[in-house]
């Protein structure tokens, strides 16, 4: 099983929708989780940090599942500028200090 | 706009030139890093560098040669490379250690290509 798992795409969706994408990882000991986008030829940015409680950044909401290792990111009435490659990061508990494990993304393209 | 800036944002060499990647921040960070990203990939980490020493070193060829001089700089020296080099390679800083729960900011990276 690959460390951090995540749905390639493409999702294509029309502006104004609702769209969902989950990630899962394997090591239940995982520590630090965060949700990445990359823009074609760009260099990731980060989107946001991805805390048990959830957290919310305007249209932007995180959600992390210990229990089931996984985090999902809901994005409400998409843009077209959120088209975009979101990558899924998780650090390792007791991992190599800098080794974050990037998935290999997930790819959104909203249309007009 | 990235805090992070790398030089050059193109590159092109023989596989016999020697050339360096220059990478610089003034955000105070403490940790710094190298990726390499090929298309449609994931980012691999390189090598880290926490408080201007080497402390992560992912068996990377020789061929690569990091480079710490400072605080601020972080230079990744090539030389020898193989077309299967070309890539984006990608700097980032954190404040201290990913472990601690520091976030990430990269460069906008130097687009490699090795003919």
Same mark, same amino acid.
């Given at each position: 099983?690959?460390?951090?798992?995540?749905?390639?795409?493409?999702?294509?969706?029309?502006?104004?929708?609702?769209?969902? !994408? &989950?990630?899962?990882?394997? &090591?239940?000991?995982?520590?630090?989780? !965060?949700?990445?986008?990359?823009?074609?030829?760009?260099?990731?940015? @980060?989107?946001?940090?991805?805390?048990?409680?959830?957290?919310?950044?305007?249209? !932007?909401?995180?959600?992390? &599942?210990?229990?089931?290792?996984?985090?999902?990111?809901?994005?409400?009435?998409?843009? @077209?500028?959120?088209?975009?490659?979101? @990558?899924?990061?998780?650090?390792?508990?007791?991992?190599?200090?800098? &080794?974050?494990? !990037?998935?290999?993304?997930?790819? @959104?393209?909203?249309?007009? | 706009?990235?805090?992070?800036? #790398?030089?050059?944002?193109?590159?092109?060499?023989?596989?016999?030139?020697?050339?360096?990647?220059?990478?610089?921040?003034?955000?105070?960070?403490?940790?710094?890093?190298?990726?390499?990203?090929?298309?449609?990939?994931?980012?691999?980490?390189?090598?880290?560098?926490?408080?201007?020493?080497?402390?992560?070193?992912?068996?990377?060829?020789?061929?690569?040669?990091?480079?710490?001089? +400072?605080?601020?700089?972080? +230079?990744?020296?090539?030389?020898?490379? #193989?077309?299967?080099?070309?890539?984006?390679?990608?700097?980032?800083?954190?404040?201290?250690?990913?472990?601690? +729960?520091?976030?990430?900011?990269?460069?906008?990276?130097?687009?490699?290509?090795?003919?």
């Amino acid at each position: 099983r690959k460390e951090v798992e995540q749905d390639p795409g493409p999702f294509n969706v029309p502006e104004g929708a609702t769209v969902a !994408f &989950n990630c899962t990882y394997s &090591n239940s000991a995982s520590q630090s989780f !965060f949700w990445y986008r990359q823009d074609c030829r760009k260099e990731p940015k @980060l989107l946001m940090s991805v805390y048990s409680s959830g957290n919310e950044d305007g249209r !932007f909401t995180a959600q992390l &599942n210990r229990a089931s290792q996984y985090i999902s990111l809901l994005i409400r009435d998409s843009k @077209l500028s959120d088209s975009a490659t979101y @990558l899924c990061v998780v650090t390792p508990y007791g991992g190599s200090q800098g &080794n974050l494990i !990037f998935g290999k993304g997930t790819k @959104l393209s909203v249309k007009p | 706009d990235t805090e992070v800036t #790398q030089t050059p944002k193109h590159l092109v060499m023989g596989m016999t030139n020697k050339k360096s990647l220059k990478c610089e921040q003034h955000m105070g960070h403490r940790a710094m890093y190298w990726y390499k990203q090929k298309a449609k990939k994931p980012p691999e980490l390189m090598f880290v560098y926490s408080y201007e020493k080497l402390s992560i070193n992912e068996s990377v060829p020789s061929r690569f040669s990091p480079e710490c001089p +400072n605080s601020s700089l972080l +230079n990744l020296h090539l030389h020898a490379l #193989q077309p299967e080099d070309s890539a984006l390679y990608l700097c980032a800083s954190s404040r201290g250690t990913v472990a601690t +729960n520091e976030k990430l900011f990269f460069g906008s990276g130097t687009q490699l290509s090795v003919l």
